[in-house]
């Protein structure tokens, strides 16, 4: 059976997993995605999850390497120590999920969907494909506040694995979303500083260093 190919995948749902399952309403299980893993081994290409529901799926430990779960719901899915390597993982509800231990070298995370993932010292992104200037769905949606809870934790996570370039990359991006915030605040005449009037705001904290006072 060519479970790489999406006709494939169907197929195999629809005579092995409930009818739920099958038509996306239902998240698939561990023991499915076992199986197509184990069968798409012997066929040529990679196995094709994109757009699957794989919410609050146990993935941990899994050998995914190079699976596509492009626009999949991985939305609180748990992938602690999982081989991700070279996944597409490009327009992905990643919510919550846990990437303890994940291993995401080369993976491709553009236009995904990631705030409160869980990383941990053992998580490794390096190499990850984070699309144009590195900017995330949030930002480009203009859900600042997300954006930038995203971008801190990517700082904090660089920094403290010694990629320096990129931290300062993720840093300059949360500066980027803390200007953009402060320019739409002055538009609608609100002071961050003195509510009851706008005052020099624009020239007090564009101007200046926003991110000195996070």
Not at 69 to 77: I, T
Not at 99 to 108: D, Q, S
Request: with cysteine; net charge neutral; aromatic share 8%.
């Amino acid at each position: 059976m060519g479970v790489d190919r999406p006709a494939g995948v169907d197929a195999f749902l629809e005579a092995s997993a409930p009818a739920d399952v099958a038509q996306g309403v239902a998240p698939l299980c561990r023991s499915h995605v076992v199986t197509l893993l184990e069968l798409s081994s012997s066929c040529s290409g990679r196995l094709n999850l994109s757009g699957r529901n794989l919410h609050s799926a146990d993935l941990s430990g899994l050998n995914l390497l190079e699976v596509d779960l492009s626009g999949a719901d991985l939305g609180h899915a748990d992938l602690r120590n999982a081989d991700l390597f070279g996944a597409d993982l490009s327009g992905a509800d990643l919510f919550r999920a846990d990437l303890r231990g994940a291993f995401l070298v080369r993976c491709n995370l553009d236009g995904a969907f990631l705030l409160a993932v869980r990383l941990d010292e053992h998580t490794d992104l390096a190499d990850v494909s984070w699309g144009r200037h590195n900017q995330s769905e949030w930002e480009r949606l203009g859900m600042l506040d997300n954006a930038r809870a995203l971008y801190r934790q990517l700082f904090v996570w660089h920094r403290s694995r010694g990629y320096g370039d990129l931290a300062g990359v993720f840093l300059y991006r949360d500066w980027l979303c803390r200007t953009r915030q402060m320019r739409e605040a002055v538009a609608q005449g609100w002071s961050w500083r003195r509510p009851w009037r706008v005052g020099r705001l624009g020239r007090d904290w564009i101007g200046g260093s926003p991110l000195a006072n996070s």
